[in-house]
């Protein structure tokens, strides 16, 4: 059984379910699935209809919550009560060994029970996928590529409680909140100091590798094909960074199309969030961004004719 770890609040809802109807769907044996919903604000009615789609499909799921105090001092007006759910999974969990985390703002288009067959053997206490665009690593005091990205982290739970990392990294983060750009994820890092298994990219597949690829350049001395391989042959999917949000009338995405394929197949219907005016005219303004855009797409076509026609 794999146990899957994703918080989120009733904003989010739509996304989380897109999120966890792509892992079943792309997975074999979607019976050895069993998400656990850290609730962050979630309506009964969602829970009830997200307990059904995911019982539906004969996976397995749970809810956990935190009390309001475990939020004092976080900015919670800004960020919301989600993203900080992470440093108290040695509450939320009991007796867990494995627990994949991801982030709602994501596709899974491979099967998630491959994390197995690529971490078999090693020894770890966070094994996830280098962020490979800008990082705040210096500032941290961390090396270039010693910066993962949290949308999915393998943890080992008995590593993770043994060496404090929740509680150290919520008291890095209280303490210095301006070395955290990104909140939870800079903290974490701060604490993991280096000291975590690598996966590949398509586990994690993030937009900067279409301007890596662009540009020809390769500043973590990775092979280029790596970097084409996760655009082509992703497991997840992450929208991460400015303009990527796909359910963004402004998006551009280059995989945005499968974000929309998989929330068809949830009970939320596909909306898009649409800009000021003003801003979505400045913004097409830009041809050379759309033209950006329509090249990247064809890039990765062939992986969203794929998912469309299943």
Known sequence: ?????????????????????????????????KFIIGDAGLKADTRSTLTSMIEKHGSHVAFVYLDDSKFSGLKIKRYGKSIYFRFYLDELLDDEELVLCL???TV????LLDIYRETSG???????VENIGRSPYSRLGLKKGDYFNCGLMLIN????????????????????PELCAHNEQCAINKVAQGEWYRLPLTWNAQRPAYK????????????????LKSIQEPIMVHY????????????????????????????????????????????????????LYEKRRRMSKQLIDMHESA
């Open 212 to 227: 890596i690829l662009e540009k020809r350049m390769n500043e973590q001395h990775r092979d280029k094909n790596e970097f």
């Open 240 to 291: 991460m960074g400015k303009n990527s949000k796909p359910w963004d009338a402004h998006s551009l995405h280059p995989l945005k199309a499968l974000y929309t394929i998989y929330r068809r197949k949830t009970p939320w219907p596909v909306k898009t969030h649409k800009t000021a005016l003003h801003r979505r005219i400045r913004f097409y303004a830009s041809v050379q961004k759309l033209f």
């Open 108 to 111: 899974v288009v491979g099967d």
């Open 1 to 33: 059984m794999l146990t899957i770890f994703i918080s989120c609040d009733e904003n989010y809802s739509a996304h989380l379910a897109t999120t966890i109807i792509s892992a079943i769907i792309n997975c074999k044996e979607p019976e050895k699935l």
């Open 103 to 105: 982030d709602c703002d």
């Open 122 to 128: 090693e020894s770890f206490t966070i094994a996830a």
């Open 157 to 176: 739970m008995k590593q993770w409680k043994e060496e404090k990392i929740g509680k150290r990294g919520l008291e890095f983060l209280l303490a210095h």
